[in-house]
């Protein structure tokens, strides 16, 4: 296979997003994350960072595999449109004609309605306590009996989303391939699609692949616990027992677009996969759900792909079908930032996808500085130097500080908010080895962060402030 080739704006757009993505996880405290950028269908960067288990210390690594929940129903989803390519089911027959003893109305409804949350399905059963650790994932049997109740709503009505839907697709699979789950998609879709580091449940991972562990939140328990994240799904696990690293899961979802060259897929099935078929009418963003597909609206940040969430572990891959980037997020802990950390990094590579590499003569700019209220990034883009606020997200909103250097170690602010320092002077300085120590923008002395922690700290050690 032919080596795609990078655009030139790319190696340094990573660098920017590893160092980026490094300070959020310190910043926000969070136990770890792995990270996967595809572009066409080939990985062009992953990483991790902090990690995988806080009570041991043990390093997160890109080979660590996360629990990644509902991107389970991509794959099932999948599944279910390779099995209509052969002829082995239509995405108008009823589910009751593949799995018995169904209630009535659950039986009529079509497998298009199951694989779009259409069908009005509960959507964990009567008791929903194994996503909280309360209890075991459902047997096929427990399944079964849930479904046989009335179901929720009427068909066709909403988007309704339901686990329960997609372990229904799930047992219609096993009738129609004769095959366990498990088995049937780990041959015909997993490794069908070249993926190594992927199983569809636990306890089906390789003795040797290392596992991270899902973590709680901090607060209300004053520290974060420690979930072993390793429940078997059992009959739940089409809709969320998925374990994969971050580069399987962006190597998946890269490969249903509808126009990449390699996929276990057909075109048309993978537009059947991602047009939106229901919109969530109470979201304050615009969202749709297609055939096991996530999407946002249509324009030039459009996406495809999903999210999940499982004890102790969240999670998001984006497809962006403008740039043909895919980015997966993993999250070990309850409160991961996955959903708005895709949006950064696509921030990031927008930004340096639209200026360009940085001219060579603005590389000495690059770098972070503190001051007690935060930090501040320069960071070189085209022909300019952009001033941002790492801790702010997505980092290249529109509202970023634009600098033109106009000689060594001077610049000028050229666009800036009016509450910020529109027209003023920046400047580097430097010590004997040519080393910057300050940054001055606008007035404002910025430092490296051990200086400025020094600094401020030797300030305010031992001050108490007067009574009044």
Known sequence: MKKQQQPAWLSPALEYVQDWLAFQVER????????????????????????????????????????????????????????????????????????????????????????????GLTRDGVDSGQFLDRRPFLSREEVLADLARKPPLETGMQLKYSNHGFALLGLAMEEITGSPYGDWITRHVIRAAGLRETVPDMPLLPKRAPMASGHSTKFPFGQRLVIPGDNVCDAIAPAGGFVATAADTARFFAQLDPHCAESILSPASRRAMVQRRWRDECSTQESYYGLGTMMNGPGPKEWFGHTGGLQGFVSRTSRFTASGLTVTVLCNALDGLSWLWVDGIASILDAFRRHGAPARRLQPWR?????????????????????????????????NTEIEVTGKDRAVIRRASGYNSPGQDVRLVRNGRGKATELWAGGTKLLPREAMVAEVTQRYRGTRRKAA
Not at 52 to 60: F, I, K, V
Not at 83 to 88: F, M, N, Y
Not at 95 to 112: E, M, N, P, Q, S
Request: with cysteine; aromatic share 8%.
């Open 28 to 119: 926000y405290e969070q136990p770890g994350c792995a990270v996967a950028i595809a572009q066409g269908t080939g990985l062009v960067a992953e990483y991790a960072f902090g990690q995988a288990n806080l009570r041991t210390g043990q390093p997160l690594t890109p080979r660590h595999r996360f629990r990644i929940a509902s991107h389970s129903k991509s794959f099932t989803a999948a599944g279910v449109l390779l099995l209509r390519e052969e002829g082995k089911l239509g995405l108008d027959d009823p589910i009751g004609r593949y799995v018995g003893g169904l209630h009535k109305d659950v039986a009529d409804a079509r497998i298009d309605q199951l694989l779009s949350h259409g069908a």
């Open 367 to 399: 770098g972070r500085w503190w001051s007690m209220w935060g930090c501040t990034d320069l960071v070189p883009l085209g022909k300019l130097v952009m001033q941002i606020a790492p801790v702010m997200n997505p980092p290249f909103d529109g509202a």
